[in-house]
Every structure is written in structure tokens, then in C-alpha cells.
């Protein structure tokens, strides 16, 4: 069994009783038959939704299962899926994400979800040191209610995840650790993490750009204040305030940016506090590339964590 399987299933005690005790194995290889089944290829829906907290619409794209239409009332698990730096809504269709979650869907690998593709600009998903762009208050307050209203998604907290790349990552962490009662489960590959506040700014090459970047929601100069209130590094040191979250991430050991750095401290925190988590760091870089032959674990992920919720197979 995938270990992310094993991960999710020992936060759900009973259920877990029960598949040892009619054989594990032959569940899943039944799961696969059914799950193949399900039409393979997804649907884009891309629109506004509109924002009174931002004063401006936010482009939402949203990647609907292939029998969404066909499927009468039913309600399907969700997943937010956060893009990285200088990418938008659309980058999941365009970059080969929806390719991989079909793949994955058609093999019998992964049942049915709905995944989200929010526009987050360059906003780190938080709300901005400056008060001028509160993109964290829009996604929690206006987002979520938006697509439940709209979609025939689940409501449990437990079938709801929130997962990102880079930029994404550390905003799914950001969201998640901060509200718990909103997400049951996160995911966070090549996560935008630093192991220490960056004082000062590195000024040259690929860093030097980067820095600049994240003055526009931590403040210029930064505050450090404010870089430790929304960092997942520093929420990590209280785990009580995410005591049921469900948690993966990985990192390539090559990663141009140097954020395997911060996955590793991020696993060491949260291994010190007694928080269970899954974390892997795989052999690769940073970018498509590496979300091309890693990104199907942490989609793997999330659909055991909405399993052992409770979610329909077909």
C-alpha cells in the first residue's frame, strides 16, 4: 500500500479496523476494477468569481470530473490546487496537470474530485503586510462559499484539501495550518520555504528578483513580524492549532531555489512536535519537470484522505 494511503488511514481508527479484518488487499484491487469506470477525461470550467473583499473579479478555473454532468445529484470531494509564481488559473491545463489527473483517473488509480485553479498573482496566497491586496480573507470568506454554492462538492472539512507547487505550496501550507476548519488535508511539493527570515534581500541574479517579489505581500523592507505571522515554518512550532490536519510534502534534492531547505526543516519541526506527516525528498529540481514525475503523489494523496472520509467510489 502507497504509503500516503497508510498516512490518511490511521487517522480514520474504525475504518481502518475494518478493511484489515476483510483483507486490505482485496479492497483495493476491487477499488481499482470500480474506479476504472469512471469517465477519464475532465472538463475545464473557467470564469470570475467576484470579490468585494479584493474590489475586483479573481479568474477561476475548475477542472470537473469526467460524469460530473452525467452523475444526477451527486456531490464529489474538492481540492484546491494553488499554482506558483508567475503562473495563473490556467497553468494547470496548459503545464500537464490535468493530463497527469486524468491519467491517474483512467488507470482506476484516483475516484472522482473536483480541483479548483484560484489566480493568486503573486500574493503568496496572504493577506499583504500593506492591507491593499487581503488575498487570504478572499479565499477563505468568498472563495470557498462561492464554489460550494455553485459546484456539487462535499461540505465535510475531511473531503475539502488544499494543495500547491512553489509559491502554491507554501500557500497551501499557509492556509491550511491557519485554518484548519476549513481543510482536511494539504499538500505542498517544492513549497516556497525559507529556514530563516531573509535579511537583507540578496540583490543579484535569479534571488535577487525573487526578493523583490516578496516585498509585495510581506512589505518593503520586510516585516519580520509579519513574514513570522504567516510563515509555515514558524505556524509548524504549534500544531494544536492543526491538530487533525492531514499533511504531505516533498522537494526536489536539486531545487534551484534552495527550498529543499526548508522542506527539511519544516519535516524537523514537525517530526520534534510528534505531528504525523509524510514528507520525501526526491531526486530532481524545480518546476514542471519535476511536477511531471512527482506531482501524481500528492494527488494520490489527497484521494486517500478523501477515501478515508468517506468518499463514493463509483
Not at 481502518?16 to 477525461?41: E, F, M
Not at 444526477?72 to 500537464?96: I, K, Q
Not at 462538492?153 to 491550511?176: I, N
Not at 476548519?181 to 525559507?194: E, I, K, P, W
Request: glycine share 10%.
Amino acid at each position: 500500500m502507497p504509503r500516503a494511503i497508510k498516512h490518511c488511514l490511521r487517522f480514520e481508527h474504525a475504518k481502518l479496523t475494518a478493511l484489515v479484518s476483510i483483507g486490505l488487499s482485496g479492497i483495493l484491487i476491487a477499488g481499482a476494477h470500480s474506479l476504472a469506470r469512471v469517465p477519464s477525461r475532465t472538463t475545464l470550467d473557467c470564469s470570475v468569481v467576484s470579490s468585494a473583499i479584493l474590489g475586483r473579479d479573481v479568474n477561476v478555473c475548475v477542472d470537473l470530473p469526467g460524469d460530473y454532468n452525467s452523475s444526477g445529484a451527486r456531490r464529489y470531494p474538492v481540492l484546491y490546487c494553488l499554482h506558483g509564481l508567475f503562473e495563473n488559473e490556467r497553468s494547470w491545463g496548459e503545464r500537464g496537470g490535468k493530463e497527469i489527473l486524468d491519467s491517474l483517473v483512467s488507470s482506476g488509480q484516483l475516484g472522482p474530485f473536483i480541483v479548483v485553479l484560484p489566480d493568486g498573482g503573486r500574493t503568496f496566497y496572504v493577506n499583504s503586510f500593506d492591507g491593499r491586496e487581503r488575498y487570504e480573507d478572499f479565499f477563505i470568506q468568498e472563495l470557498v462559499p462561492a464554489i460550494d454554492k455553485k459546484y456539487r462538492t462535499m461540505l465535510s472539512v475531511a473531503e475539502r484539501g488544499v494543495g500547491g507547487t512553489s509559491m502554491g505550496g507554501y500557500g497551501a501550507l499557509h492556509l491550511a495550518m491557519r485554518h484548519a476548519d476549513v481543510f482536511g488535508s494539504a499538500s505542498a511539493q517544492s513549497a516556497a520555504l525559507l529556514p530563516s527570515f531573509p535579511h537583507p534581500l540578496p540583490t543579484d541574479g535569479r534571488w535577487g528578483f525573487y526578493a523583490r517579489v516578496l516585498e509585495e505581500p510581506f512589505g518593503n523592507p520586510l516585516n519580520e513580524s509579519w513574514w513570522d505571522a504567516n510563515n509555515p515554518l514558524h505556524l509548524a512550532e504549534d500544531p494544536e492549532r492543526f491538530a487533525h490536519l492531514k499533511l504531505y510534502f516533498d522537494c526536489g534534492d536539486q531545487d534551484r531555489y534552495g527550498f529543499n531547505a526548508g522542506a527539511e526543516a519544516l519535516d524537523k519541526i514537525l517530526t520534534g512536535k510528534g505531528f504525523a506527516h509524510e514528507y520525501h525528498l526526491r531526486p530532481g529540481g524545480h518546476g514542471w519537470s519535476y511536477l511531471a514525475d512527482y506531482m501524481k503523489y500528492a494527488l494520490e494523496f489527497h484521494w486517500a484522505c478523501f477515501s478515508a472520509a468517506g468518499a463514493k467510489k463509483p
